[in-house]
C-alpha cells in the first residue's frame, strides 16, 4: 500500500514475463496503507489485457510468507473469491523483486463500500464464516503475529508517548485480556487460519454483491471469535463514535451463524474479543503514529479511532 520500495519498470516487466503474465503495459504505485509496497500491474498476452497486484513485503519474511501465499491459494481453490497468487515455471509462488520477498495475485473486481448497510454486512458475514470453514483443513500452521505476545512487547515502548488516562486505559485493558486468554473457556474456543483485519476497505463490491475479500498479510491461526469481532468492530459500528450499530450487527452476526452457528462459550466470550479486537488495532496505530517507518506514500491511521471503539465496547459491558 504505502510505498516503501521503488520498483522499476524492467524489474517488474521481467517478474511478468517470467511468470508468463505477458507484457508490461502499465505500473502504478497504490498509496495508502502502512504495512507492504503494492502496485497495480496490467499487462497484455494474445491482445487481452489484466489486471494484477504486486506487493513487495517490508516486514515479513521469507519464511513467514508461504503461510499466507498458500492461505490464499487453498482458499481460492475452495471457491472463495480472495486473491490467486501466480506461480511461475516452477510452481513458485514467492518471489523476489529489489531484493524484497514479493508475490503477484490477481486484480478483484469492484470497489470497496465505505459505508456499508446492513445488507453488505450480511453477505460479510456468510463469507466469514465460509471462509473459517474452508480454512479448517489448510495444513500450514502460524500464530496471529500480531496477537497477545506481540501487545505484551509493544505496549511498554508506545506507553510512555500517552496521556496518564490512555496508558491506564491500556494497561487495565492487556491485563484484562491476558486473563481472559488464560481461562479454559477461551482455550476451548474453535480456531483456525483467520484473516485478522477484514475491514470494509478489505472487501470489494460489484454490483453490490460481495465479489471478494484481500490483503491476508496479517493471517494467522487465531481463534475464529477473534476474527469475526475485528468485522464487527469496523464493519458494525458508527466510525464517528465507536458505537455498535444494531442493525448491522445483527445483520452480520445472523448471517455469519447461518453458515456456522456460534457455541454458548463464543456467545458468551463475544464482547471480551470485541475489546480484543480494539485493543489490537488501537496499539499497532498506536505504534505506527509514534514509530514511523519512512515511504515515499505513508499514511499513518489516527490511533485515536479505536481508542473510541474500545471505550465504546467497554461502555457496553
Not at 486484480?107 to 479448517?136: I, K, Y
Not at 469481532?229 to 469496523?234: G, I, K, Q, S, T
Request: charged share 20%; hydrophobic share 45%; aromatic share 10%.
Amino acid at each position: 500500500m504505502a510505498v516503501f520500495t521503488e520498483v522499476g519498470r524492467d524489474e517488474a516487466a521481467d517478474l511478468m514475463q517470467r511468470l508468463g503474465l505477458g507484457e508490461l503495459v502499465d505500473l502504478r504505485g497504490i498509496l495508502g496503507g502502512i504495512e507492504n509496497t503494492n502496485y497495480f500491474v496490467t499487462t497484455e498476452r494474445d491482445g487481452e489485457r489484466r489486471e494484477w497486484v504486486l506487493t513487495l513485503f517490508e516486514r515479513l519474511t521469507h519464511a513467514q510468507l508461504p503461510f499466507y501465499l498458500y492461505l490464499m491459494q487453498h482458499l481460492a481453490a475452495k471457491g472463495i473469491p480472495v486473491p490467486d497468487p501466480q506461480a511461475d515455471a516452477h510452481g513458485e509462488i514467492l518471489h523476489t523483486v529489489c531484493g524484497k520477498p514479493a508475490a503477484v495475485v490477481n486484480r478483484l473486481p469492484g470497489a470497496s463500500v465505505l459505508d456499508p448497510t446492513p445488507a453488505h454486512c450480511r453477505q460479510l458475514g456468510a463469507l466469514l464464516a465460509r471462509m473459517h470453514l474452508a480454512g479448517q483443513d489448510y495444513d500450514r500452521e502460524q500464530p496471529n503475529l500480531r496477537g497477545l505476545a506481540w501487545w505484551n512487547e509493544t505496549v511498554p515502548v508506545i506507553l510512555p508517548h500517552l496521556e496518564p488516562a490512555q496508558a491506564a486505559l491500556l494497561t487495565a485493558e492487556l491485563a484484562y485480556q491476558n486473563h481472559i486468554a488464560a481461562t479454559p473457556a477461551y482455550q476451548g474456543l474453535p480456531r483456525g487460519p483467520v484473516h485478522a483485519d477484514l475491514f470494509r476497505d478489505n472487501a470489494l463490491f460489484e454490483d453490490d454483491r460481495l465479489s471478494g475479500v484481500f490483503d491476508f498479510y496479517f493471517a494467522g491461526c487465531d481463534t475464529w471469535l477473534f476474527d469475526l469481532a475485528v468485522c464487527l468492530n469496523d464493519w458494525c459500528i458508527d466510525l464517528t463514535s465507536g458505537a455498535a450499530d444494531p442493525a448491522r450487527t445483527h445483520a452480520l452476526l445472523e448471517a455469519y451463524e447461518s453458515v456456522r452457528p456460534l457455541t454458548a462459550a463464543e456467545r458468551a466470550l463475544l464482547p471480551a474479543m470485541r475489546r480484543a479486537g480494539a485493543l489490537r488495532f488501537w496499539i499497532s496505530r498506536l505504534w505506527d503514529w509514534y514509530l514511523p517507518r519512512p515511504a515515499a506514500a505513508l499514511q499513518p491511521h489516527d490511533p485515536t479511532h479505536f481508542e473510541r471503539v474500545l471505550r465504546a465496547r467497554l461502555a457496553e459491558c
